[in-house]
């Protein structure tokens, strides 16, 4: 055996488990993302339609408040929110899920009443 060649093995065994851990921390991080995005859609879809009850009147309170209220239950806090339509009754809420990595989730979502002629 080459004296030159000593503690070759070695230094390439730790080479792939390093290359090995950062491919595994960007999979984490990856599969962080999509459930925190995930997350941050369905917090901001039932935000908007519990905010769209609430301006229509089928239920009480402010409607931006109660998207709040709920949107931290889901883990998310409101970014923005506006009663929008011409009879105040359509919601758009943006929600922000934060997590472990350098950036946010985000998810937007609108609700209101149904289409005029909509059936049930």
């Known amino acids: 055996m080459d ?9 390439v065994a730790a080479g792939l488990a390093i290359a090995l851990l950062i491919l595994l921390m960007g999979i984490l991080s990856l599969a962080e993302a999509a459930v925190a995005a995930g997350k941050a859609a369905t917090a901001a879809d039932l935000a908007a339609l519990a905010a769209a009850d609430a ?8 409607p931006c408040q ?3 209220d709920l949107a931290s ?5 409101i ?4 009663v929008l339509g011409s009879a105040s009754d359509t919601v758009q809420v943006e929600v922000v899920v934060h997590t472990r990595l350098p ?10 009443p149904p289409p005029a002629g909509a059936t049930p």
Request: hydrophobic letters at 40%; glycine letters at 20%.
């Open 55 to 62: 301006a229509r009147g089928l239920a009480t309170g402010d």
């Open 103 to 112: 950036w946010p989730a985000r998810g937007i979502a609108r609700a209101g």
């Open 66 to 68: 109660v998207a709040s």
């Open 3 to 11: 004296s030159r060649e000593g503690g070759a093995g070695t230094v």
């Open 73 to 77: 239950r889901h883990g998310a806090v």
């Open 79 to 82: 970014a923005s929110c506006a």
